[in-house]
């Protein structure tokens, strides 16, 4: 008869949590130019060493079961001669499915020419403009997001946040490169919106940490200092900053007066943006009649807005305002990630209740091509939902920034500064209203990178939207500068 109690018996028997993982092979046609490759799939146990309530060491525990898709290519024996790239998106709470199945993974998500809502049902095609013949891919779905869950026993919300969220990623990608022996290949971050907050926050997490240095970071639609796109009173910065982004778009839509190509457009408004309407904002009521009068007449050039309205606003113009104000006498919205696309209004007489067009337009095609993918393809099974978009990670967690904007360019200048040999890419889309390429140039003229290391940077610009690639033009051209960076770096 055992002396233990049931509650010991139970733990003691309890099944320790395992990898799962399934591996295929596949040739797909990348740049005219056949690629065999493998695909390890599945769930990685997280572990972390746990101390005793003495302090003395107790073991590991595992913390988290991590879901990933690892491309490597067949053809390279030696793996310190292979570029690996970690890539994932963000939200907070987005799995990594748009960069995978839109831009990077050697399959993609069928959209129409301009990035538009295909007819259902949905298709997938071979990536011709993949990453892949360049650099091994390892998409990493966060705690709560994809099959990524945490052990039993343990709290979703605790990798809620900044700081879990980078840790418990830094963490995975120490043991994948470990697992692996991928400590000597070159290495790569490749992030998109939140994903870059997290990418440059694991750039000094990794380095201090884990002593991993990394060879480049890829930035997709930057968000590195929240005061930047955060429409807050008291703060200036974002009407600014968002003016340019607003122009391309009334542009887009055929509603200014200025007819003239959009980058020399741009040109202009941003120096406007700089050098007269940001003064007069920081006047606040201190501007006179005539100077108010001056700026309101440039701003209904500039942005397709009545003065009426722009006078009522104040001369300022948040965000889901105009969203909801550019076409509202057509009862159209224009989207947030990619102000391209228009959407129906269903009470165009208030301020709320938008619904982003651009965001309906990807999350069923991408839904659908990723699951029919893992399984059918991939030979992935788990019956749980695939957790494209979670949002029950809010509230996100921004403890180590309480009472102030978040801001991470702090951590990438000095990981730069660190190793001097990290070059940054920055991608930008002129109509992105998620985060405006503006506010992406303001944060990097403000890093305060020694003069030595300027040329690190390297920003581009893509005449689409937050996820640029959705459009085949910008496909293909981010493809040819992705390549040309990943060489260089």
């Known amino acids: 008869m055992s002396t233990e109690s049931p509650e010991k018996e139970e733990k003691k028997e309890k099944p320790e949590l395992k990898d799962q993982l399934v591996v295929t092979q596949h040739r797909k046609k990348i740049g005219g130019v056949e690629v065999a490759y493998t695909v390890t799939t599945g769930l990685m146990v997280l572990k972390e060493e746990t101390p ?12 988290a079961q991590f879901f990933f898709v690892a491309y490597t290519r067949d053809d390279c024996p030696d793996p310190a001669s292979r570029p690996l790239s970690f890539s994932f998106n963000g939200g907070p709470g987005s799995s990594s499915v748009w960069l995978h199945m839109g831009l990077l993974g050697p399959r993609r998500v069928v959209m129409t020419y301009e990035g538009g809502l295909p007819q259902p049902p949905f298709e997938l095609a071979d990536n011709e403009f993949s990453l892949l013949d360049q650099t091994d891919l390892v998409f ?33 990608i120490r043991l994948y490169t470990t697992r692996y022996n991928r400590w000597l290949s070159p290495k790569f971050l490749i992030g998109e919106s939140y994903g870059t907050t997290r990418a440059s926050g694991l750039a000094g997490y990794l380095q201090e940490r884990h002593g991993l240095y990394l060879n480049g970071i890829v930035l997709v639609s930057t968000a590195l200092n929240f ?27 055929g509603l200014l007066r200025v007819r003239r190509p959009l980058e020399k457009l741009l040109v202009e408004v941003e120096s406007f943006a700089l050098n007269e309407y940001a003064p007069a904002l920081l006047k606040g009521d201190s501007l006179s009649h005539r100077e108010r009068q001056a ?3 440039k701003l209904v050039r500039y942005t397709g807005l009545s003065e009426r309205y722009l006078e009522n606003s104040n001369l300022r113009v948040s965000d889901f305002r105009f969203f909801k104000e550019l076409l509202r006498s057509n009862n159209r919205v224009v989207g947030r990630l990619d102000s391209r696309f228009l959407g129906l209004d269903r009470d165009p007489l208030s301020e709320g209740t938008y619904n982003d067009p651009s965001y309906t337009n990807i999350l069923g095609p991408y839904t659908a091509g990723f699951n029919d993918y893992i399984r059918r393809e991939l030979k992935f099974e788990k019956d749980i939902p695939y957790e494209i978009l979670n949002g029950g990670v809010w509230p996100w967690s921004y403890a180590e920034h309480e009472n102030q904007h978040v801001y991470v360019a702090e951590t990438l200048r000095q990981a730069m500064s660190t190793n001097p040999h990290l070059k940054v890419f920055i991608a930008n889309g002129y109509y992105d209203l998620a985060t405006p390429y503006f506010a992406t140039e303001y944060v990097f003229n403000h890093l305060g990178l020694d003069s030595s290391l300027r040329n690190n940077l390297t920003l ?7 996820m640029m690639y959705i459009h085949q033009p910008a496909l293909e051209q981010l493809k040819t500068d992705l390549a040309a960076f990943l060489t260089q770096a």
């Open 140 to 172: 990493i779905d966060p705690v709560s997001t994809g099959y990524s869950r945490p052990a039993d026993g343990e709290k979703a919300r605790q990798f809620h946040g900044y700081k879990k969220d980078i840790e418990s990623v830094g963490d995975f």
């Open 52 to 63: 005793d309530r003495e302090k003395e060491y107790e073991g590991e525990k595992a913390k």
């Open 295 to 297: 700026i309101l007449t």
């Open 227 to 253: 005061g930047t796109i955060d429409f807050t009173p008291g703060n200036e910065l974002p009407y600014v900053l968002f003016l340019p982004s607003y122009t391309a778009t009334a542009w887009y839509h």
């Open 460 to 466: 581009a610009y893509y005449e689409a939207g937050h």
